[in-house]
């Protein structure tokens, strides 16, 4: 996972949405101005949030995954997302359930197969209510980056000294 970009430029805390469309849109803009993503991005990140719910019932603070194609991203990265109220996303696997989300893990993806290596380590970092309580409670962008990064250290994360 070499050259996944991860650094305080892309977490954003206190977000304040009043729907799962803003808080996506806001983030992915984010990515955007970044220059991490292509203007495409932010369209079809929505469209297929719509289309494949990412949202995850993982206990007292929910997440969700949002992503979508490899064409609409210049480099591989990460956006973490608190918000400052959870805002409904719909269950993946299940078109009629939603759940209250208050932390979201924005992937930008330029391969395919690299997507479901990140999956797989974001699921330790879901799987712990410490860590998720911790992540959504602090107002420190470094702290947290500090957090996930221990968390997936198998990652080679690379900060953007720009």
Partial sequence: MSGLYFDTPV??????????????RMMAQNL???ELVKQSF???VVQRENE????????DIAVAIPHTDVEH?????????????????IVMGDDKETVPVKIVFML????????????????????????????S????KKQIKKMMEEKLEALSFKGGER
């Fill in 11 to 24: 977490i954003l805390l206190d977000i304040d949405g009043s729907s799962k469309e803003e808080v996506l």
């Fill in 32 to 34: 955007v101005s970044n």
């Fill in 42 to 44: 932010v369209e079809a």
């Fill in 52 to 59: 494949y719910a990412t949202g995850l019932p993982t206990g």
């Fill in 73 to 89: 991203v210049q480099r591989k990265a990460i956006s973490v997302g608190i918000l400052r109220d959870p805002v409904d996303f």
């Fill in 108 to 135: 930008a993806m330029d391969e395919a197969h690299s997507q479901l290596k990140l999956l797989q380590q974001l699921m330790q970092v879901f799987q712990d209510q410490n860590v998720l309580k911790e992540l």
């Fill in 137 to 140: 409670s602090t107002s420190d």
